[in-house]
């Protein structure tokens, strides 16, 4: 039985060759972009998922003026710990602002390996406790016991040692306060995805940083420890998390009330931070399941328009296959052994196009990956087998399950008399098929146009300074810093330079340096929280930034390190006024002391962050932390590669062994909205694979209604009717589902495109004229795909269609 229906699925399949490419072809491309979209969303899911008693990991933040923060304060680790008997283990993770990357320094006799690597953190001796990771080299329950040790990534080591074992050998880390030994204790493979993307973990005692991180005893500043607890097993989550504010306020009564402030402490499952945190100071950027949910949705929708173009060939060429159901039942076939047959026949479909959407995603996998930045294999993850299995079946049910049952309903006496019955109800079905196929498409192309317009808005917007041909180079080494002054000169000698200044951070990289100022005749209890860069002469010139009062920052001025430049929303949060500002003074509390700065200019205000988040508070000051950890130097020709060639000569001569990096300003910010760059490409792709799959299927609809009222456009020929109201004719009804499907998705594309541009606090704004060119854009393809078979028709000799009456 089963080779007799294999055969007869050939035989029809072979029969009606172009609808069988049609159809494999959809679904073909429909299995390859869900294959992709699948690999993708598996590996966004599997972040901290691999780690021990992954279920009782939270990481402890906190919330405080409205803001939610990733950090706290360095001794809640130590309180939770002894105050909590539910907790089993705790560990912080310290991530310094301006420390972004560190000098490795691995010297074995003549040769010396150095080189900037980035991610590398300060961490507690329990972080192995909590955290699971496979250690190729060493032990990780002692791992970071001892002062000064240090665990790295499989790929930082191999750069170090090459394939050695490296514990017990020692590498000297070079920081922006001098350069220090650490004692290598272990290597860990980075295998396993976590949002903490660590290269390399240093032990929090130490020689460098260990003094400050055990005097941190404030419980209301610094909150820039990552605090993590293991929970004992049967500890109730919600029950400890219910605890920590009054736990927090009981310790820290005093510190907040000095600072006149309050803070509420919650927890974050640590599988959860990755897709589900967007908060500040966070390790690294995360991911978002918002967009996750889009790209499953485009999966799920791009195939479930494959399959309906198997669905509407197969019901629209019933009437061919109307006799051999009609013969199968009067010889004694049963229903379900005909939706059998006919599912088997759906099967065999999305069997053959499962072989050619391996193959795409085999060749498309490495634009892929460069498209999205991840290392995706399709045999490194078995489960992935078992995504293809049920995918490919989802697929031939979806696709053969409404064929089968209406092909297998037909009654035989009607059938084999010529007239057939549903015929109605399945010309409504096939129309509001390709309604929805259409409506799919119509969305995905608005927003397409709407990601692109937000994208260039972004890109093109003025942020309040000028971010064009701005040279960043990174200090991250005590002797470039000494050597700052002299290379500034060089620099400036160079053709084309026009500026060039020093800060602690610049526009578009995160900033979690603030503090809580306050006016002339208020207390700290009045206090506004103000983001600042500690920077040195020329700031204000060299990034473009424009002064609305007082000064900037220069040579001719002294004594600067009582000084403070505002922005103009820092004036009014404080209560100045712009135009009488200048000389008043700003108060903050640092250390148990009040201290005061002066206002000595007033800048425009700028985005310092991305748009997607308001102008806020911000300041320029000149001593409060470290100002030599970035130079920035304003170019003014053509000739980049002769700058750069200059500069680097210039930073080699005067730091002989310091590994000279850079970037340009521009591209750090526009880093920012990476993920909106990625939903955007993708969005892209995806709304053309999904155009060309729904017009795969009107080709086939066109070229079969074509086919089955040839006799009916010989007549109309005969009768004098004009090739162009034929193809008027047979254009009209599939422009006129188009039309409906355009009514369908707009309102659906605006809702959801309003509510993606509600994540940035700039927006370009959804405009009317966007509508009609998807309309257009959308009758075109349609017209364009129709068109074809129309003229064709059309065409037709009415003496070859009219032959056999």
């Known amino acids: 039985m089963f080779k007799n229906y294999l055969k007869i699925a050939l035989r029809t399949l072979l029969k009606n060759k172009g609808y069988t490419a049609i159809n494999i072809s959809g679904l073909a491309l429909g299995l390859a972009t869900c294959l992709l979209i699948v690999l993708y969303v598996s590996d966004e899911l599997s972040y901290d998922q691999h780690h021990r008693a992954a279920d009782r990991l939270f990481r402890i933040a906190m919330t405080s003026r409205g803001e939610q923060w990733a950090g706290t304060p360095g001794p809640v680790a130590a309180g939770v710990k002894s105050d909590f008997p539910e907790v089993e283990s705790v560990t912080r993770i310290l991530k310094f602002s301006g420390i972004d990357r560190m000098l490795l320094e691995n010297r074995q006799g003549d040769e010396t390996k150095r080189f900037y690597e980035t991610n590398g953190y300060y961490a507690d001796s329990t972080l192995f406790d909590v955290f699971t990771y496979d250690f190729k080299y060493g032990d990780p329950r002692t791992a970071l016991d001892k002062p000064n040790t240090l665990v790295l990534s499989e790929e930082v080591a191999t750069k170090l040692f090459g394939d050695t074992d490296p514990v017990g050998k020692v590498i000297r880390v070079g920081l922006l306060f001098g350069d220090f030994d ?32 055990t005097g941190q005893n404030n419980w209301a500043m610094n909150n820039i420890f990552h605090t993590y607890v293991k929970l004992h097993k049967g500890a109730d989550p919600a029950a400890f998390e219910s605890k920590l504010t009054p736990f927090l306020e009981r310790h820290g009564e005093a510190d907040l009330k000095a600072m006149g402030i309050s803070k509420e402490l919650f927890m974050q499952p640590v599988p959860d931070i990755y897709l589900r945190s967007a908060i500040g100071n966070e390790l690294a950027p995360n991911g978002s399941m918002t967009y996750l949910y889009i790209f499953g949705s485009i999966a799920v929708f791009l195939l479930l328009i494959a399959c309906i173009n198997f669905m509407n060939l197969s019901t629209a060429r019933s009437e061919k296959r109307a006799r051999e159901v009609g013969v199968r039942k009067v010889m004694g076939a049963m229903r379900n052994a005909l939706v059998f047959q006919f599912l088997g026949e759906s099967m065999m479909l999305a069997g053959m196009a499962l072989g050619i959407a391996l193959l795409l995603v085999a060749l498309l996998l490495p634009y892929f990956n460069n498209l999205t930045g991840k290392e995706l294999d399709m045999l490194r993850e078995p489960a992935f087998l078992y995504w293809i299995a049920g995918i490919t079946l989802f697929t031939g049910l979806v696709a053969g399950l409404y064929p089968a049952f209406y092909l297998s309903s037909f009654k035989p006496v009607s059938v084999l008399k010529g007239r057939m019955v549903h015929i109605g109800s399945a010309v409504m079905l096939r129309k509001g098929l390709v309604v929805f196929q259409f409506t799919v498409s119509i969305i995905l192309i608005l927003g397409a146009i709407v990601i692109g317009q937000q994208l260039s808005f972004l890109q093109n917007q003025h942020l309040g300074f000028n971010k064009e041909q701005k040279l960043v180079i990174p200090i991250r080494n005590d002797k470039a810093a000494k050597n700052y002054p002299a290379f500034r000169e060089e620099v400036l000698r160079v053709p084309g330079v026009a500026a060039a200044t020093n800060g602690s951070v610049y526009p578009g990289i995160e900033n979690i340096e603030d503090l809580l100022f306050y006016g002339e005749n208020k207390t700290v209890h009045d206090a506004v ?29 002294s004594g600067d390190s009582s000084s403070i430049i505002l922005n103009e929303a820092a004036v009014r949060e404080l209560g100045y006024d712009v135009a009488t500002a200048i000389g008043k003074h700003v108060f903050f509390e640092l250390g148990g002391k009040r201290r005061s700065l002066q206002v000595v200019g007033v800048v425009k205000d700028f985005n310092f962050h991305s748009l997607h988040e308001g102008i806020k508070p911000y300041a320029l000051t000149t001593s409060i932390t470290d100002k030599y950890q970035y130079f920035i130097a304003s170019i003014q020709t053509k000739d980049y590669a002769g700058v750069l060639a200059s500069v680097e000569n210039a930073w080699k001569r005067l730091n002989p062994g310091i590994p000279f990096a850079y970037s340009f300003l521009d591209e750090d910010f526009q880093k920012n909205y990476q993920k909106e760059q ?11 694979i999904a155009v060309v799959i729904a017009c795969l299927g009107l080709f086939g609809l066109a070229a079969f209604s074509a086919e089955r009222r040839t006799k009916e456009i010989g007549v109309r020929k005969v009768l004098g009717a004009s090739v162009g109201s034929i193809v008027g004719m047979l254009s009209g009804e599939f422009l006129s589902l188009v039309g409906i499907a355009l009514v369908i998705a707009t309102p659906v594309g605006w809702a959801g495109m309003h509510q993606w541009l509600q994540g940035f606090a700039y927006q370009v704004g959804i405009q009317w004229w966007i509508f009609p060119l998807t309309g257009l854009l959308a009758v075109a393809v349609a017209l364009l795909t129709v068109g074809f078979q129309s003229v064709k028709a059309a065409l037709m000799n009415p003496v070859k269609s009219l032959r056999s009456e």
């Open 182 to 213: 650490y004692t290598v204790t272990g290597v860990y493979r980075n295998d396993r995805k976590s949002h903490i993307d660590a290269h390399y973990f240093l032990s929090m005692q130490n020689g460098d940083m260990g003094s400050w991180v």
């Open 529 to 557: 929280d103000v983001h600042f860069a500690t920077v040195g002469d020329d700031y204000v010139e060299t990034l473009g930034l424009s002064m609305v009062a007082g000064r900037s920052f220069t040579k001719a001025f």
């Open 678 to 688: 990625l939903t955007g490409s993708i969005v892209v792709y995806f709304t053309c």
